[in-house]
């Protein structure tokens, strides 16, 4: 099945390129299982959100995600993936809107793979959504591979007490994210004198199950501010990833940060990477994140149960585990756009092996396991040539 934008001789099946579909609804409309719907350059305005509900692979023609661009106009949420066995590709989706959940597309099932998610926003000035997260990219259960989810933002005020999670970036309940970077993101959670505005927050990453591996999650902010929090429970606000379960491996966490503001009444946490519950943290490098108001660096906490493993961050000696290095000299630096860990980085062969990583590749694109042990990080330096992370 094909799609061409605004195709004047399209006829359903829309079998050929010559009657193809004017626009991705019709044809997913009436797409029977088993259906590839090959989508021909351009920019595409949908009049509803795109429902891929039976088994189709949606994808940009040319593989390059530029090139076909999904524009929900600020009306609406871009996307709803659901079938098990769907696939949305190599396209961008860009200024979905919602009033907090899945303000750019919801993964219920099936794959969303090398697609950009971009200049996407939820604002929310009610109450709880049905107890969902807040955030742009939804993920309950599905796969997200090879995306970049970049300069989305969020706004959260609230006139009560909420636990909600909340994420900027993606809020993952189950299944995978593997080799995204996340970036750019901005958050504002907030509330009048007599609530809170937010549940504990991620930057980045709000992670309550599944897996998340090989990523960048880089310059992410939070601003909280005026939290009077009314139910005697703290909360914590992360840069970069807050987690209360699932596991989080191979990772990069740089430049992101929080700032924190007036109205306390009860203790809130602050950091880059925040592990509770049975989450488990392992093979990260966190570096370089900060909370603005005091201009001090975050690194890792942990709370209840978590368990840190091989990680280098800012405080590795205090947290909850085995191998974890402190960041010591040049663990990192940026060049033109990309994140290098040169070859004498604490991280080059210091994190812990596992099984996936036989086959598996880092964030590049290489071999993930290189050598007896894997670097700590979201890239794999080969041969002692460095760990190169590159911005897509």
């Known amino acids: 099945m094909y799609v061409a934008k605004g195709n004047e001789n399209a006829a359903a099946p829309y079998d050929s390129w010559e009657t193809a579909a004017a626009t991705i609804e019709d044809a997913l409309r009436i797409a029977p299982n088993s259906t590839w719907i090959h989508v021909a350059a351009g920019t595409y305005t949908p009049a509803e959100v795109l429902m891929l509900t039976n088994v189709v692979r949606l994808a940009g023609e040319t593989g390059d995600w530029k090139d076909v661009v999904v524009d929900a106009q600020d009306k609406r949420r871009v996307a709803w993936i659901e079938n098990p066995d769907a696939a949305l590709e190599s396209a961008t989706l860009t200024r979905g809107y919602t009033g907090g959940y899945a303000a750019g597309v919801h993964i219920g099932g099936g794959a969303l793979r090398n697609c950009r998610v971009t200049a996407c926003r939820f604002h929310n000035t009610g109450g709880?959504?049905?107890?969902?997260?807040?955030?742009?990219?939804?993920?309950?259960?599905g796969t997200i591979e090879d995306c970049l989810i970049d300069n989305n933002s969020g706004s959260f005020m609230y006139n009560g007490n909420s636990f909600t999670p909340t994420a900027l970036g993606l809020c993952q309940t189950a299944g995978l994210t593997d080799s995204c970077v996340v970036t750019g993101n901005y958050?504002?959670?907030?509330?009048?004198?007599?609530?809170?505005?937010?549940?504990?927050?991620?930057?980045?990453?709000?992670?309550?199950?599944?897996?998340?591996?090989?990523?960048l999650v880089a310059w992410n902010r939070v601003n909280q501010i005026h939290h009077k929090v009314a139910d005697g429970r703290g909360r914590s606000f992360a840069g970069g990833l807050y987690a209360s379960g699932g596991t989080i491996i191979n990772n990069t966490f740089v430049g992101?940060?929080?700032?924190?503001?007036?109205?306390?009444?009860?203790?809130?946490?602050?950091?880059?990477?925040?592990?509770?519950?049975?989450?488990?943290?392992?093979?990260?490098?966190?570096?370089?994140?900060h909370e603005t108001t005091t201009e001090a660096e975050i690194g890792c906490v942990a709370q209840g149960s978590a368990t840190f493993l091989h990680n280098c961050a800012k405080n590795a000696a205090g947290l909850p585990g085995e191998g974890n290095v402190e960041t010591k000299g040049e663990v990192y630096r940026v060049r033109g756009?990309?994140?290098?860990?040169?070859?004498?980085?604490?991280?080059?062969d210091a994190g812990r092996n596992a099984d996936w990583m036989a086959e598996a590749t880092d964030l590049y694109g290489r071999p993930r396991l290189f050598g007896k042990r894997v670097d700590i990080g979201a890239a794999e330096c080969q041969a002692g040539a460095g760990t190169v992370?590159?911005?897509r």
């Not at 290098?340 to 991280?347: Q, T, V």
């Open 256 to 289: 992101n940060s929080t700032t924190a503001r007036d109205g306390l009444s009860v203790e809130l946490t602050y950091g880059a990477v925040i592990a509770s519950g049975d989450a488990v943290v392992e093979n990260n490098l966190v570096a370089d994140n």
């Open 337 to 348: 756009g990309v994140v290098e860990s040169p070859a004498s980085s604490p991280c080059h």
């Open 128 to 141: 709880q959504i049905d107890g969902n997260s807040y955030s742009v990219v939804a993920n309950v259960g």
């Open 187 to 215: 958050v504002y959670v907030g509330a009048n004198a007599s609530g809170i505005g937010t549940g504990n927050t991620g930057g980045g990453i709000h992670l309550i199950g599944g897996t998340v591996r090989n990523s």
């Open 389 to 391: 992370i590159q911005l």
